[in-house]
């Protein structure tokens, strides 16, 4: 009952590396989330799919880019890192259809991203 | 704007105690969830509601669509409820994207 899987926990870049955080889910839903979440504020969308083959741009898509490699698996890059991405980053999934959010979102465990 | 306001920010109780964490939110919704974060980060859904009241075990949450508030009550509360609450809601006209909460942060001690 894996739910959703994001790799890597933890990981430190350096200034202008790249980098390309991982998550994929098992539950068969379209829509898949990337948010970041900074002390004093709220979970941030970065970018979201709401279906294979399908990408849109959140609230803080700024340095990022995503793919949406099949139904399972949307990754997230960083292609020059910068302190202000240091952050915990988020992929989430929830059920749906026709349009209408069926249930309770499902999140990752977290990457906790330093950029030094 | 459309805004998600929480209440209070921080909260310190005695085990045993009734908690209430508010959330408003500034235009009409579709559907509001409730979630719940560990220390150490994990995310859980708790409830997502659009009317009326659902309940879990020692979890209450409740919604006024005409106040645009919604309560999340925790009954007989226990340390192991030491978490932060988020608040997040769909904004009717938008797309399937959820506005969050800064987070309710409580803290229950034995």
């Known amino acids: 009952n894996a739910g959703v899987t994001q790799t890597p926990k933890f990981q430190v870049l350096k200034t202008g590396q790249s980098m390309t955080l991982q998550c994929a889910q098992d539950m068969n839903h379209n829509s898949m989330y990337w948010y970041r979440q900074d002390p004093g504020m709220g979970l941030r969308l970065i970018y979201y799919s709401a279906s294979e083959g399908t990408t849109d741009k959140g609230e803080v898509p700024n340095g990022y880019n995503v793919s949406r490699l099949n139904k399972r698996e949307f990754s997230l890059r960083l292609e020059s890192a910068a302190p202000s991405q240091t952050s915990v980053y988020f992929c989430?999934?929830?059920?749906?259809?026709?349009?209408?959010?069926?249930?309770?979102?499902?999140f990752g465990s977290g990457t906790r991203l330093t950029v030094v | 704007k459309n805004e998600v306001e929480q209440s209070p920010q921080n909260l310190t109780a005695q085990e045993g105690e009734f908690i209430t964490i508010n959330c408003s939110y500034s235009?009409?919704?579709?559907?509001l969830h409730w979630l719940q974060q560990h220390p150490g980060g994990g995310i859980v859904s708790l409830f997502m509601l659009s009317s009326g009241k659902k309940k879990h075990g020692r979890l209450i949450a409740t919604i006024n669509i005409q106040e645009k508030h919604s309560s999340l009550h925790i009954t007989a509360s226990h340390p192991r409820d030491s978490a932060v609450y988020i608040c997040?809601?769909?904004?009717?006209?938008?797309?399937?994207?959820?506005?969050f909460g800064k987070g309710t942060k409580l803290t229950v001690n034995p």
């Open positions: 989430a999934t929830h059920g749906d259809a026709a349009g209408r959010v069926l249930d309770g979102y499902t």
């Open positions: 997040a809601v769909y904004f009717q006209g938008g797309s399937e994207k959820l506005v």
């Open positions: 235009v009409g919704i579709s559907a």
